[in-house]
């Protein structure tokens, strides 16, 4: 079932021929459209940027990227010369919004086939879009992402590691292991080790520092960082050994980011995902190699969590076959 947010577009989605479980009419502040969204289950959701109040700065379609899964909205636009506008439409590609357009056909065509990065590579004008700081780093001078692995060995220490060559193209990075010592094997000066008690005033000492990536292992020490993301590694015996060992585990991670690392679902598979589990899934990751570039893959995910805004390409995962996620 489907979603409708419309304003002044009403018409055009009016004419559309698909099952709506819920719809809005009217003009709606970010944060209304957060609240009323980040936990409702729906196959797309059809957006008249005229129902965001204040669409026009970017920084608020940012942040509506940044707290939904942008791959199952299609946002409508208007005429609006300003929206119309190359740079406006590079700065939603920038953000991790793929799936715009202006016409019955164009939504018809996105609801049944979602776009990726490189579907509106040729309208990104990269030479005219600066990488920018994040807000938040301004504010706080440094931002600190806590990795958890929720599956076991689901990846965090890995994932950081790649993270990491990544964001220092852009920041002056430090990665943080918690009550391990698996850092010393990357031989990186910026990746240290530290135990439970000796983590916030570590994470004091650094000031310099643009962004800090803390893998937390077992650590309970969240609430040192601006955000954490929970990885689970989406294989049957992963996740029913976790389901034996938590069966609420999904409601202690109900509007926390869970990322699917590791991950050969399709698109359908992590929408099946997310009905069996009635979670909300932030990105789903495929398996990496570490000894290769793989930009392609982590600058959209940096991208949408406002970290890079320079997406420079982006390949669909593989698909695979849809299977029951969970054995009980």
Do not use: W
């Not at 698909?18 to 289950?41: A, C, P, W, Y």
């Not at 406002?306 to 982006?314: A, D, H, L, P, Q």
């Amino acid at each position: 079932m489907n979603v409708i947010v419309a304003n002044k577009n009403k018409s055009l989605l009016d004419s559309l021929e698909i099952d709506v479980i819920k719809r809005l009419d009217g003009e709606f502040t970010v944060d209304e459209l957060i609240k009323t969204f980040s936990n409702f289950f729906y196959n797309k959701m059809f957006l008249d940027i005229t129902a965001i109040k204040d669409y026009q700065n970017v920084n608020n379609i940012q942040k509506l990227a940044m707290n939904m899964n942008m791959d199952k909205v299609i946002l409508l636009l208007d005429d609006n010369p300003e929206t119309s506008s190359s740079s406006y439409l590079s700065k939603l590609i920038s953000v991790g919004i793929y799936n715009f357009t202006r016409n019955h056909e164009g939504l018809m065509y996105l609801y049944n086939h979602t776009n990726t990065y490189r579907d509106v590579a040729h309208i990104h004008q990269l030479q005219n879009i600066t990488t920018q700081i994040n807000e938040r780093i301004i504010e706080k001078q440094r931002y600190v992402l806590g990795i958890k692995n929720v599956t076991t060995n689901a990846g965090a220490t890995t994932l950081i590691y790649m993270l990491k060559k990544e964001l220092s193209n852009h920041y002056n990075v430090l990665a943080i292991e918690v009550d391990r010592n698996d850092f010393m094997y990357f031989k990186d000066k910026d990746m240290i080790s530290v135990r439970s008690n000796e983590l916030g005033n570590t994470i004091m000492q650094y000031q310099d520092k643009d962004v800090i990536l803390v893998d937390l292992n077992e650590s309970n020490e969240e609430n040192v960082c601006n955000d954490v993301l929970y990885l689970i590694e989406p294989s049957t015996i992963k996740l029913n050994r976790m389901i034996l060992i938590d069966r609420r585990i999904f409601e202690r991670l109900n509007g926390k980011k869970i990322i699917l690392n590791k991950s050969l679902l399709s698109e359908d598979d992590v929408n099946q995902f997310e009905r069996e589990s009635s979670s909300k899934i932030y990105y789903s990751i495929p398996p990496l190699d570490d000894k290769k570039d793989n930009s392609s893959i982590l600058l959209p995910f940096l991208s949408k969590l406002g970290f890079v805004k320079k997406v420079e390409t982006y390949e669909e995962e593989p698909q695979s076959k849809k299977f029951s996620l969970f054995k009980f």
